[in-house]
């Protein structure tokens, strides 16, 4: 009777884990984009872009109910539109401009010291400046704890992220609640964003503000001893921008998502989502200019691109900003999406998404993708993909010099304007779910990569090529 | 229009199949293609789209804090 006890006890004691053992997932990506609509140069200009962004997310069990998620990544990127901040090749001070001989010392037709040694930029060259390349570092823990039964999942979620210009950091909490004998899901996630620019403007706007009507003429100003030049080409100390300093450079982000999952039968189920986000604080890019069609147009460099200058012939002239993108310090956004997911047989599965965005400066868009994860044999499987995404304007936007002085709101953001995308792509996978293939204590369970092709109605083009490696360790 | 024929089609989905299925019947619903969220790989995807599209969030990536994206 002792040991029929003693064997009941164990039975009672028995509980599967949520997680057996630690998986770790190695991720890396590499994006590259091309463009015309630069935003740091108002909407025109080299938009080209490349990112890498090597990623670990490793998952823990704690203990039978307890589970913890670590997620570090880095992004590398180097952009030609952020190098334009400062599109300048030297300053005034180190030898631009004009100088005081009444004679041409090297008989090139100007009176400049030395050949062209006036400071040029161009909205079409990227600059090699600091704002060219910048790394941002992300840390995300979550903490996931289950009920007994597992039907119950409170989670909770820390993340800081960093980059030179800007830092953020979030807090969220959640539960999911299983249930109909686990036939159905409903979740409910809150979560905070405290974030936090550090301005940095275009070097014109930055000089302004810093030194007032004087910049041009202050001998601690970039634009010392250099020749701003009109429309015309005729030297002129008249440019001031409209620019004024921030008065907040916090940005913060407040939101609420519900997830409502059904299987529908045994090859189907589905999934709704719903966000409610509300965004308060500095939610303009300081560096990106904006240019007034009612005011003057000013220039540094050689005045004989003018005429040519939102061309890709112009290689060294640079038009100065009337300001920067100023949009409103709130906004309240609305996605709704669904997933689908059918099974049509063991070796094909097809994948649908949909949504529809809505937010309160006019945009609206709607997304639709589809995937066929086709399984070739039992561990290869490859996955086409297709997404087709469109967007209206938001109603601040407009393209480059179109903008007037006496608007409240205005950006030259082409990411904020209508259009339309498509993305397609193909993915390959290994999958082995006994881990044959091992390194020391660690299985291979799994090998993904997946190739992405995105073109935008703007002439963006873009790829990525992403991968992920899921090791089980012992 | 196009969005009020998906609303009907998802809400006749839902409200005409709400089975329960035994667990021993889920062998399909189980396969990890029918996990009712994004493949892992497309995180990075889903970072970029938020950078260069206006509209993110209803699909479990971000919502537009954390970066000075759109």
Wanted: with cysteine; glycine share 6%.
């Amino acid at each position: 009777m002792a040991s029929v006890g003693q064997a009941q006890d164990s039975l009672l004691t028995y509980k599967k884990k949520v997680l057996e053992n630690t998986e770790v997932d190695m991720l890396m990506s590499y994006y590259e984009q091309t463009g015309t609509h630069a935003a740091v140069s108002g909407g025109i200009g080299n938009e080209a872009l490349t990112n890498y962004t090597p990623t670990i997310v490793v998952k823990m069990p704690l203990s039978a109910d307890e589970v913890l998620t670590a997620d570090v990544g880095i992004s590398a990127y180097t952009s030609a539109s952020s190098s334009n901040g400062n599109p300048f090749n030297k300053t005034g001070a180190s030898g631009g401009g004009y100088n005081d001989d009444d004679d041409d010392d090297d008989d090139d037709g100007d009176y400049t010291n030395g050949a062209n040694t006036a400071p040029s930029g161009s909205p079409w060259v990227a600059s090699s400046g600091a704002s060219y390349k910048d790394v941002l570092t992300s840390i995300a823990l979550n903490y996931a704890r289950s009920s007994e039964d597992r039907n119950t999942i409170w989670n909770t979620r820390l993340s800081t992220s960093f980059e030179y210009d800007y830092e953020s950091f979030g807090i969220g909490a959640g539960v999911s609640k299983l249930l109909a004998d686990k036939n159905a899901e409903l979740s409910l996630k809150a979560q905070v964003y405290l974030d936090r620019w550090k301005p940095i403007t275009p070097t014109e706007i930055h000089e302004f503000l810093q030194f007032g009507d004087t910049f041009l003429t202050n001998d601690r100003s970039y634009f010392w001893n250099v020749s701003v030049i009109d429309a015309q080409g005729v030297p002129s100390t008249a440019y001031r921008p409209l620019a004024v300093d921030y008065d907040r450079v916090d940005r913060n982000t407040y939101s609420a998502s519900f997830l409502f999952s059904q299987i529908l039968s045994s090859f189907a189920q589905v999934a709704l989502f719903a966000d409610f986000v509300q965004q308060e604080g500095l939610l303009s890019n300081p560096l990106q200019r904006v240019y007034f069609s009612d005011r003057p147009n000013y220039f540094i460099g050689e005045a004989n691109q003018i005429p040519f200058y939102d061309t890709t012939q112009n290689t060294a002239v640079f038009q100065l900003a009337d300001d920067v993108e100023r949009l409103p310090n709130s906004r309240t956004k609305i996605p709704v999406g669904a997933r689908l997911h059918l099974y049509l047989s063991e070796r094909l599965v097809v994948r649908s998404y949909f949504r529809h965005y809505w937010d309160d400066w006019g945009i609206s868009s709607n997304t639709l993708q589809l995937e066929l994860p086709i399984k070739l044999g039992l561990n290869w499987k490859i996955t086409p993909t297709y997404r087709f995404y469109n967007q209206t304007a938001a109603d601040y936007f407009a393209p480059f010099d179109q903008h007037l002085s006496t608007q409240s709101f205005y950006t030259s953001d082409y990411d904020l304007s209508a259009f339309d995308s498509r993305q397609w792509g193909l993915g390959v996978s290994y999958t082995d779910l006994f881990t044959a293939k091992r390194i020391w204590k660690a299985g291979l369970k799994s090998a993904d990569i997946r190739y992405q092709r995105y073109s935008r109605s703007d002439g963006l083009r873009a790829s990525i090529v992403s991968t992920a490696i899921k090791f089980i360790l012992d | 229009m196009i969005k009020k024929l998906m609303f009907i089609l998802l809400l006749g989905c839902i409200t005409q199949g709400c089975a329960t299925i035994k667990a021993y019947e889920k062998i399909n619903i189980n396969d990890p293609d029918m996990e009712l969220n994004a493949y892992i790989c497309e995180r990075f995807e889903t970072t970029f789209q938020v950078y260069r599209e206006a509209a993110a969030g209803a699909n479990g990536g971000k919502l537009g804090g954390g970066c000075g994206c759109n």
